[in-house]
């Protein structure tokens, strides 16, 4: 079992949908879990980190399920600069900083 | 966006030769990292460095070095370089555990 996974999709949504993607990871030690957007032959932004409450910022939306070891991260309103693809991150807290990313989820958002 | 600079964003080689990438921050972060990005994979970890002159490897360690002597230089170094190096290396910094790292423009990497 990979360490964390994704849908690599691509996901094709209308301009104003509600699209929502999952990632798996398997070490139930993990602390800290992130959402990073990549856009085509550009570098990895942070996007969210997710907390064990949930959190929302705008748009977007985290979600952390630790007793199945998925993180989740919900866009409304999709807009057509959403198009990028996504990648779960977990530090699989092994002593030091190890940051898993998942190979990503591609949203395709068209008018 | 954080101060990370990659050098070069380019580079095109002829295997057995010498490589060496540099990242450069200001934001006086302790630790830095080196990765590669490959098609069907996630970002995977080279070397790391925790401090000036402490590095460690990473799980696709093979085939590289790293040297970290001043806080804002690290380098990467393909000692003889293969076909099977060619990839985006990205560098990454950050303030320690559970923080996430942010990352410079990478550096696209052909090994003819």
């Known amino acids: 079992r990979k360490e964390v996974e994704q849908d690599p999709g691509p996901f094709n949504v209308p301009e104003g949908a509600t699209v929502a993607f999952n990632c798996t990871y398997s070490?139930?030690?993990?602390?800290?879990f992130f959402w990073y957007r990549q856009d085509c032959r550009k570098e990895p932004k942070l996007l969210m980190s997710?907390?064990?409450s949930g959190n929302e910022d705008g748009r977007f939306t985290a979600q952390l399920n630790r007793a199945s070891q998925y993180i989740s991260l919900l866009i409304r309103d999709s807009k057509l600069s959403d198009s990028a693809t996504y990648l779960c991150?977990?530090?699989?807290?092994?002593?030091?900083?190890?940051?898993?990313f998942g190979t990503g989820t591609r949203l395709l958002v068209s008018p | 966006d954080a101060g990370i600079t990659q050098s070069p964003r380019h580079k095109v080689t002829e295997t057995g030769t010498p490589v060496t990438l540099r990242c450069h921050q200001t934001?006086?972060?302790?630790?830095m990292y080196w990765y590669r990005q490959d098609p069907g994979h996630g970002l995977r970890l080279i070397h790391y460095?925790?401090?000036?002159?402490?590095?460690d490897k990473g799980e696709v360690s093979d085939g590289y070095s790293v040297s970290r002597s001043k806080t804002e230089d690290f380098l990467l170094t393909l000692e003889s370089a293969t076909s099977s190096q060619t990839s985006v290396y990205f560098c990454?910094?950050?303030?320690?555990?559970?923080?996430?790292?942010?990352f410079g423009d990478g550096t696209r990497l052909s090994i003819l």
């Open positions: 070490n139930s030690a993990s602390q800290s």
């Open positions: 934001e006086n972060h302790r630790y």
């Open positions: 990454a910094i950050g303030t320690g555990t559970n923080q996430p790292q942010h």
């Open positions: 460095s925790y401090g000036v002159k402490d590095t």
């Open positions: 991150v977990v530090n699989m807290n092994t002593g030091f900083q190890k940051l898993v």
């Open positions: 997710v907390y064990s």
